[in-house]
């Protein structure tokens, strides 16, 4: 065999293994990169919670940490109250966003879990559930849909 023989034969080779080869590594590279995007995003979120429970808890005269709201509440509080129910709302709406899909991957649906579960718990809440209407509104569709069955259900309400 010539050497342009095997030239022809060694791109041949190249391209029946080679191509295959790299767009697999192409495709792994892809599937990394977006779990690595959405863990990204899950701990962004979950700093930014973190946050609002320090607001939570420089405000332990408002009772948030309690399920029940304890006595009643000046004007300023109420107000304070409703700023931090507003924030949370937004957080909401944006893990909501950001996490939430119709068809979840194994792992974002562990991720979007997590959220839900917040919501389940602020939910339990009759003040938080008192105060969505409110809160909700011009907010994206499918959040209003998702918080409001999550209330439903917590409160006992027939969906």
């Known amino acids: 065999m010539s050497a342009l023989e095997w030239l022809e034969a060694a791109s041949y080779i190249v391209t029946i293994v080679g191509l295959p080869f790299a767009i697999g590594v192409y495709v792994y590279d892809r599937r990394r990169d977006q779990?690595?995007?959405?863990?990204?995003?899950?701990?962004?979120?979950?700093?930014?919670?973190?946050?609002?429970?320090?607001?939570?808890?420089?405000?332990?005269?408002?009772?948030?940490l309690s399920p029940a709201a304890k006595g009643e509440l000046s004007e300023e509080q109420l107000v304070r109250k409703h700023a931090l129910f507003a924030i949370l709302v937004s957080l909401f709406e944006r893990a909501y966003v950001l996490v939430y899909e119709d068809d979840m991957s194994r792992q974002q649906a562990r991720l979007w879990q997590s959220w839900e579960d917040y919501m389940h718990e602020w939910c339990?809440?009759?003040?938080?559930?008192?105060?969505?209407?409110?809160?909700?509104?011009?907010?994206?569709?499918?959040?209003?849909?998702?918080?409001?069955?999550?209330?439903?259900?917590?409160?006992?309400?027939?969906?």
């Open 124 to 159: 339990q809440r009759e003040d938080f559930r008192a105060a969505l209407p409110a809160l909700l509104q011009g907010e994206d569709l499918g959040f209003v849909a998702t918080i409001r069955r999550i209330a439903q259900t917590t409160a006992g309400a027939p969906q």
């Open 35 to 64: 779990q690595n995007d959405e863990e990204e995003i899950f701990l962004r979120l979950s700093d930014e919670y973190a946050d609002f429970m320090r607001l939570v808890i420089d405000n332990a005269d408002l009772h948030l």
